[in-house]
Structure formats: C-alpha cells, structure tokens
C-alpha cells in the first residue's frame, strides 16, 4: 500500500507503541505529589511535544511556580519504571514488518532518543529502523519540521518521497511542513 514512497517515518507514542495509558498514570502519580492534576484532552493536544513543553503547560494550568524541566525529568523516571513492564505494539507494527528490508525507516518521536531505543529494543523492534530520532535530537520540535526532516536526511530519502504515520496534530502539522504525505493513524 506504501510502495510509492522510498522512506517510511513513523511517530512512536501511540503510533507504534501503546504507551499513552502509561503516560497518563505516570503524569498522575508525580503531579499528586504537588498537588497539580492535569486536563486530559489540553494534554493529549499536545501529543508529540517533548515532556518539558507539556509539563510548562501543565504547571501553567495549575498556576505553580515549579521548573517544566524538572518536572518532565520526574514525569521521564516515573514513567521509565513502568513502560518496559507495559508497553505492546500496536496493529501498525505489521507495516513495519512488511517493509523491514524493503524501504528504510525511521521512528521520529518526542519522548528522548534513549527511551525510544530502549522500548524498540525491549519489543525486539529495534533493528527495523535505520534512524531514531528524539526529542533531545532537535532544537525544534513537531509542529515544526525538524524532528522528520532530520529522520529523512538520516535515512537518504528526500522529504517528499517519505510518509509520516502520525497521530497526534502536531505531528500531522510537522510533515506537512516538511513536505511529506501523512497518514493519520487514528483513522486507519
């Protein structure tokens, strides 16, 4: 079904990986101890921002006076002691698998590069993809371009010959800057 393009990019939360549930109990359990909760469509909007830019707005919406980095580094360790007990693929894997070997691919996420190594490796994923590229790996991240502009260079593809499995609106907004079609894994 994907023949036409010579570069496959997906996005991994919630796209590959059914990590969202963990996500969302590790957000809980770090914003009770300070008690801060969140508004849960406000944060599933900004699926695909690095942890910190979704930490500021949580901080933000619960008027605290806390570092967004610190914040995001107890939501990261929180999360880490779960996700490796919990994480499954999602039914997009067997795209993954049908290309494996036939097209390079490359996983462009905002969780940081070492937690997305971690959790492909862990599910035996790993060797699938030729680039990973994380939040730490780019200076701006999706709706900006960066995050699959990067994954294509990494793989030798041209932008406009790669396609972008996404789920979440920035992530759709960042391939459309970049020049990639998109699939909107949410309506598959």
């Known amino acids: 079904m994907y023949d ?10 919630g796209t590959l990986l ?3 549930p963990t996500h969302r109990l590790a957000w809980k359990q770090v914003l009770s101890r300070y008690g801060m909760f969140y508004d849960e469509p406000a944060i ?22 806390m570092d967004p980095h610190y914040l995001a580094t107890l939501k990261t360790q929180a999360v880490e002691h779960m996700l490796l007990d919990t994480v499954t693929p999602l039914p997009l894997i067997d795209v993954v698998k049908a290309y494996y070997g036939r097209r390079p691919m490359a996983v462009g996420t905002g969780s940081e ?3 997305a190594e971690a959790l492909l ?13 994380g939040a730490d790996d780019v200076t701006r991240h999706k709706p ?22 996404e789920d979440a609106e920035f992530g759709i907004q960042a391939a459309q800057s970049a020049n990639m079609d998109w699939v909107d894994v949410r309506k598959l």
């Open 121 to 133: 490796s862990h599910l035996g994923l790993r060797d699938c993809f030729q680039a990973i590229v």
């Open 18 to 20: 059914d990590t969202e």
């Open 4 to 13: 036409r393009y010579q570069g496959l990019i997906f996005d991994m939360d």
């Open 144 to 165: 900006a371009p960066d995050t699959f502009l990067r994954c294509a260079a990494l793989i030798g593809v041209p932008p406009e010959q790669c396609v972008v499995f």
């Open 113 to 115: 590069h070492r937690m």
């Open 44 to 65: 599933v909007a900004l699926n695909g921002s690095p942890t910190w830019r979704i930490a500021q707005a949580i901080i933000e919406s619960n008027a605290a006076d």
